[in-house]
């Protein structure tokens, strides 16, 4: 796996992530990822839309316009249950991944 | 808020979306972007810096867009896979294949532009072209059956009269006996002058016998046409007036018919109104009747033309009226003027052809070249594009072998590929029209106006389907090679990874073909081109006999009745040439009967004392021209032995006469001239014995080109004329006087109009405009082939160099010398340039003889033209060929042989 697959793998898992629980539009994705990497993960327009455009076309996530009370129409995205569950294979996946990498550099620091 | 979304689009607008996905998209990224946006003004950034920071996260490399290309499905659909069943039909399939042709043209826009030009140039030149062949030489007369009307004339070589026309008593004879053609007509074209009713106008007249209308079955819209009995002398003052005259003139007032015109001071009666469009011969404007007298010889002056009888051709005509010829003269002279038996006698040549062919005479040879010229640029320009798609069609070689393993049959591509070529061969068409259009505005304004029709010159239907035509034959010429040749690929080698495309041997020998054929056929081009131009180089350098330079010619006519009274009209004239030589600007003027380069002037018969022809021995002609003292200084026309015509030659003096060179040359050709007598008219004519006190030099009167005629010049004050030519010599710009000459006229007589003025160079160049016109666009053309095969031999040089690029390397890694290589390439293009250049020379020389009768003083196989035109071609192909050989010994022999 190439440092660009295994973000690009990352950012998927990311983006399914945070839909696990409620839809939300691009912007808002955007935002919540920059935040809760403190800054350390960010996403602009030009790379936030094609990733969310690839899981759709994948069919993991389905954007849908929703005009919600005192906001103007915007495209929400939703995990669809076949994201749902590669959702659930990613994050074993990376639990096992994250798994060895602390074996591996915990040890040498332990 | 800024609006992000032309912004967004701008930056979508290549990756053809789906319109409806693509606007979804921009509306989702734009709002994104105002968020982004407000986020910053949020910050505290000013609104400049927040505008920028969002604009470069849109830009950030180009991700959206690649991104975007990945994923999102372009508007149509990926190309379909050639050779599997399309729902639909053939033509389904079709568009498809014009979709794909259209999306594969603008992937090369610099072969697509390229080509274009070249097709619309080639498509342009033939439309525009054909559409003067179509208006001058196919296009029928506006006459009733014009296909069975012939016209008919007489020849007498051995008396230096090419074209000679027939006097009213032969006209009578023929019309009265012959039965192939009926009916039959005389007619010839003069003016007349118009007066009463405003100012005095020259109008076009046609004399014309009874049955010509008739025979063109030209019907009046108001009255009638003439009635035989009017071809009588005593009873020809009637006329019938064109529609444009009517409406023009007298207001389109219908009761003119039955009222009297004054015509040449004497009142004819108005019979008829001729149907609109009607105004042959010569743009007529009035007819009136010809005065046919049966026993008249006295104008060889009517055109003659007839209807052919059905199953008769114009060969049995010219036979039937030789043989009418013979009987008349038998009855008139007890012998026939031909004898078929007797090599030495005279003979009574006739000929005849379809009028129209008569009319367009001149033009007909010059026409017809320009068109095959176009037709080699067309052909050329095919070769070229053939070139180019061949090219294209190699390099595509694995796309097409990709769809050949898909299933697509050899049938399928070879469609697909004519479909592109039929793109672009319609785009060229649709553009060689508008430039064709614009040609034609041109054209019509710059040929002579002496052709019939010429104001009809435009694109009709005719003019559509012949480019139509054109158009397919290019197709098929330029289409059809690189098509077949693309169809036929090696699978295994075009898909295998990594293979260059390659070019195969036999790709390789049709390129080289197609150059050889664009030099060999740009070679003809050039060659005709060539001798043309040289013949127009000693048309100019012609002696003319006068000097054309500040020269203003006008003609002023008498009525017709100065005829009866030769001293009234001698009086008149020399009058007028009093108060013409006082003018200011005026260095010297004269009068003559015809001014060079002038309309009419006559042969007449003529006799010298002591050498008057046996009986059977053909008469002399020459050309006779009345003048006025001071005529040879006005017209420039040196005198070489003797006198001029002088104030000394008075009515009751000796009666002289001044002969030019070439008559002079013929008759005295070791002796002086002068003092020799000569008598107008044959052997049993009573007119005097003229003394010739003078020999002038030759004077080419109508025609660079043609033989000088021998000249008899009379003086005025011993003959007559009712119709004079005033030739004023200038000190600066002639045209200027023409305002003061006409004044004097009118001073002397208020009714007398002075026309077809003109200057002496404005007439000589006229004389030389078809020459002129169809020598520069024949060398347009031939320049443009040769631009056009120098650019297919570069082309073609430079693929072939491309290519061997890695051969060349390793020439050149294993010690061979750039200019080895440089010969090697220059050695090939020679090769290429050399065999063009023999077939060149070989079609050229079988081409050239349909040249001969537009070329002067040069030979059809003129070794100058021939060797120039050969050395210019070399040495352009040769240029063509050192840029691209240039290029192999730059190779890097490392960076050649990594490809390897």
């Known amino acids: 796996m190439t440092s660009t697959d295994l973000k690009k793998g990352s950012a998927e898992l990311l983006i399914l992530s945070l ?92 | 808020m800024p609006d992000w979304k032309p912004e967004i689009r701008s930056r979508l607008a290549d990756l053809d979306l789906d319109p409806v996905r693509s606007e979804e998209i921009v509306l989702e990224l734009a709002q994104h972007l105002d968020d982004r946006y407000g986020e910053l003004l949020g910050h505290g950034a000013s609104e400049a810096d927040a505008r920028r920071v969002v604009l470069e996260e849109l830009a950030t490399g180009d991700v959206l867009r690649d991104e975007l290309r990945r994923l999102e499905r372009p508007a149509d659909p990926a190309p379909p896979v050639l050779g599997k069943p399309v729902a ?106 118009l007066t009463g009713a405003g100012d005095p106008e020259r109008l076009n007249t046609g004399t014309v016998t009874a049955d010509f209308f008739r025979l063109l079955g030209a019907t009046p819209q108001d009255g009638r046409t003439f009635l035989p009995e009017e071809e009588a002398r005593d009873r020809n003052q009637v006329t019938v007036v064109s529609h444009g005259l009517w409406q023009r003139r007298f207001g389109g007032d219908p009761r003119i018919v039955g009222k009297a015109l004054t015509l040449d001071g004497k009142p004819f009666t108005v019979v008829g109104i001729m149907r609109p469009g009607f105004d042959f011969p010569n743009r007529a404007e009035l007819w009136i009747p010809l005065g046919t007298d049966p026993q008249s010889l006295g104008c060889w002056c009517f055109a003659t033309t007839g209807r052919l009888a059905p ?51 001149e033009v007909r040879t010059p026409l017809l070249v320009l068109l095959g010229a176009v037709a080699i640029v067309l052909l050329i320009a095919c070769a070229n594009i053939a070139n180019l798609l061949l090219a294209r069609a190699t390099a595509r070689g694995r796309e097409v072998a990709v769809r050949c393993c898909l299933g697509a049959g050899p049938w399928r591509i070879v469609r697909q590929l004519l479909v592109e070529s039929l793109i672009l061969a319609l785009a060229g068409a649709a553009l060689g029209l508008a430039l064709a259009y614009g040609s034609v505005q041109v054209l019509s304004g710059l040929v002579v106006e002496r052709l019939p029709h010429l104001h009809e010159l435009a694109l009709d239907p005719a003019v559509l389907l012949f480019t139509l035509g054109v158009t397919l034959v290019t197709l098929m010429l330029f289409g059809l090679a690189p098509a077949l040749r693309g169809a036929r690929v090696d699978l295994q080698d075009a898909v295998k990874e990594g293979t260059r495309t390659t070019r195969g041997g036999r790709s390789r020998r049709l390129n080289d073909a197609f150059v050889v054929a664009q030099l060999a056929l740009s070679l003809v081009l050039l060659v005709g081109a060539g001798l043309l131009l040289r013949s127009f180089q000693n048309l100019m350098t012609v002696d003319l006999g006068f000097r054309p330079e500040n020269v203003l010619v006008g003609r002023v006519s008498l009525p017709y009745e100065a005829n009866q009274e030769p001293a009234k009209g001698r009086a008149f004239y020399g009058q007028l040439l009093e108060r013409v030589r006082g003018l200011p600007g005026v260095r010297t003027a004269g009068l003559t009967s015809n001014a060079p380069f002038s309309v009419g002037g006559n042969g007449q018969i003529f006799m010298i004392k002591g050498r008057e022809p046996a009986p059977g021995q053909p008469n002399l002609v020459a050309a006779i021209r009345t003048v006025t003292p001071g005529y040879f200084a006005a017209v420039g026309t040196p005198l070489l032995r003797g006198r001029v015509i002088d104030e000394t030659d008075t009515a009751t003096g000796p009666q002289v006469a001044v002969v030019d060179e070439t008559l002079a040359r013929r008759f005295w050709p070791d002796a002086n001239a002068v003092g020799a007598q000569v008598r107008l008219g044959d052997a049993s ?32 004050s011993q003959g007559s004329a009712w119709s004079m030519d005033v030739v004023l010599r200038a000190s600066s710009d002639p045209a200027a006087l023409t305002g003061a000459m006409r004044r004097e006229v009118q001073a002397l007589d208020p009714t007398l109009p002075v026309y077809e003025v003109h200057t002496l160079e404005q007439a000589v160049a006229r004389s030389l405009g078809t020459q002129r016109l169809t020598n520069r666009l024949l060398l347009a053309f031939a320049v443009t082939a040769l631009l056009l095969a120098a650019v297919g031999i570069y082309g073609v040089m430079a693929l072939g160099v491309s290519h061997r690029v890695n051969e060349f390397g390793i020439r050149l890694a294993l010690g061979a010398t750039p200019a080895r290589v440089l010969g090697l390439v220059l050695g090939q293009g020679m090769r290429l340039v050399l065999l063009g250049l023999a077939l060149g020379l070989a079609g050229a020389a079988g081409l050239t003889r349909f040249l001969g009768s537009l070329l002067f003083h040069v030979e059809p196989l003129d070794p100058v033209t021939f060797g120039a035109v050969a050395l210019l071609l070399v040495a352009v192909a040769c240029g063509a060929c050192y840029l691209p050989a240039r290029r192999a010994t730059a190779t890097d022999p490392l960076r050649a042989l990594r490809y390897e």
């Open chain 1, 19 to 110: 839909l696990e629980r409620e839809p939300r539009h691009g912007y808002e994705l955007g935002r919540l990822i920059e935040s809760r990497s403190r800054g350390a993960l960010r996403f602009n327009v030009a790379s936030l839309y094609p990733l969310l455009y690839r899981l759709e076309k994948r069919g993991w996530i389905q954007g849908r316009w929703v005009e919600k009370a005192g906001q103007r129409r915007r495209r929400y995205y939703r995990l669809t249950s076949e994201g749902k569950s590669v959702l659930r294979a990613r994050r074993r996946s990376w639990s096992e991944f994250v798994e060895a990498v602390r074996r591996i550099v915990g040890a040498e620091y332990a």
């Open chain 2, 88 to 193: 639909g039909g053939w033509l389904n399939g079709l568009w498809g294949d014009v979709r794909f042709g259209l999306r594969s043209l603008r992937r090369s826009p610099g072969l697509t532009v390229v080509a274009l030009l070249t097709l619309s140039l080639g498509i342009g030149a033939n439309a525009a072209i054909f559409s003067v062949v179509n208006a001058v030489l196919l296009r029928p007369l506006p006459f009733r059956e014009p296909g069975r009307l012939v016209a008919f004339w007489g020849s007498a070589p051995e008396m230096g009269i090419p074209v000679v026309n027939y006097p009213d008593a032969l006209y009578v004879y023929f019309r009265t006996r012959s039965r192939v053609l009926d009916p039959l007509a005389a007619y010839s074209s003069y003016s007349v002058t």
């Open chain 2, 311 to 361: 199953g008769r051709n114009p060969q049995d005509a010219a036979r039937e009226i030789a043989r009418l010829s013979d009987d008349f003269w038998r009855e008139r002279e007890g012998k026939p003027r031909s004898d078929p038996d007797s090599t030495d006698a005279p003979k009574n040549l006739v000929f005849a052809e379809p009028l129209l062919r008569q009319l367009v005479g």
């Open chain 2, 685 to 716: 004519s009573t007119n005097p014995w003229l003394t010739i006190v003078g020999v002038v030099a030759s004077v080419k009167h109508g025609d660079v080109a043609e033989e000088a005629l021998r000249y008899v010049y009379l003086p005025l």
